[in-house]
């Protein structure tokens, strides 16, 4: 037979290391870069490191099957605006959403068979700061 494991993330944010913008590094930066209003979308988040270290324990532990969807957090956009203001309150971040309409609904993704693999999360506000501090080095935030 043949084991198969599948790895599933979410939109990853973290550290860079390559010298381009990624989708989900250019998310969080959108925010940053002088918008004048978020999206209203929901979407779940994960820190580039969990996810290599998803990688890592779905080869190493035998019993490791099937699809692993790595979500540390779905949030919308507002929330994500809140975080980053309180990391940095000097950043211009936008005000209001970009409808009238009501915020699209966040869902939840369960994290019972990433903890199979010993996956403990790094909190979603640690990996929004890692994102910022990296796309400031990396040269994209410029203030």
């Known amino acids: 037979g043949l084991d198969m494991v599948t790895i599933n993330p979410a939109m990853v944010i973290g550290p860079l290391l390559q010298p381009t ?8 930066l959108s ?6 209003t978020f999206p209203n979308l929901s979407y779940g988040w994960v820190y580039v490191k969990d996810v290599a270290n998803a990688h890592i324990q779905a080869f190493e532990i035998p019993s490791a099957n099937g699809r692993y969807c790595l979500v540390e957090r779905v949030t919308h ?3 994500i605006v809140n975080i980053l203001r309180e990391l940095y309150p000097n950043f ?7 409808d009238e309409n009501p915020y699209v609904p966040k869902y939840q993704v369960s994290k019972e068979k990433t903890r ?3 996956i403990d999360y790094i909190p979603f506000e640690v990996s929004v700061k890692e994102t910022v501090e990296s796309l400031k080095e990396k040269g994209f935030i410029h203030f």
């Open 21 to 28: 913008l990624n989708t989900s590094a250019a998310a969080i």
């Open 31 to 36: 925010l940053i870069n002088g918008a004048e």
């Open 77 to 79: 956009h507002s929330e």
């Open 92 to 98: 211009q971040l936008p005000e209001r959403c970009e």
């Open 116 to 118: 199979s693999l010993g």
